[in-house]
């Protein structure tokens, strides 16, 4: 078992950079695959990126490609999503989840666990 906190998220205008957190409970966060998932209001949960149990793999959305880095610290137990260049587009509640297959997808449906979200909103 896992739990996951999001934090980090906030107002920011167009153009301007944010960094959300996600601090997870449990000694078993280190084997497990991590991934960022965003919902805007009437639209489906939409995969942002994921990042491999030791880091060294990530993996993201288009929409995001060369904007966003995810990124992990085993040792605090903590995953970032560093979001530079924000558009209006990106406003959504964002959301952390595990993955205790280590399998990095891009489907929400392979993710056990997940936080209660932190609110990111982008002023054009």
């Known amino acids: 078992q896992v739990q996951l906190v999001e934090s980090g998220g906030g107002l920011v205008q167009a153009g301007g950079s944010l960094r959300l957190s996600c601090a997870a409970s449990g000694r078993t966060f280190s084997s497990y695959a991590m991934g960022w998932f965003r919902q805007a209001p009437g639209k489906e949960r939409e995969f942002v990126a994921a990042i491999s149990w030791s880091g060294g793999s990530t993996y993201y959305a288009d929409s995001v490609k060369g904007r966003f880095t995810i990124s992990r610290d085993n040792a605090k137990n903590t995953v970032y999503l560093q979001m530079n260049s924000l558009k209006p587009e990106d406003t959504a509640v964002y959301y952390c989840?595990?993955?205790?297959?280590?399998?990095?997808?891009?489907?929400?449906?392979?993710?056990?666990?997940w936080g209660q979200g932190t609110q990111v909103t982008v002023s054009s």
């Open positions: 989840a595990a993955d205790p297959e280590g399998r990095m997808s891009g489907s929400y449906r392979m993710y056990d666990y």
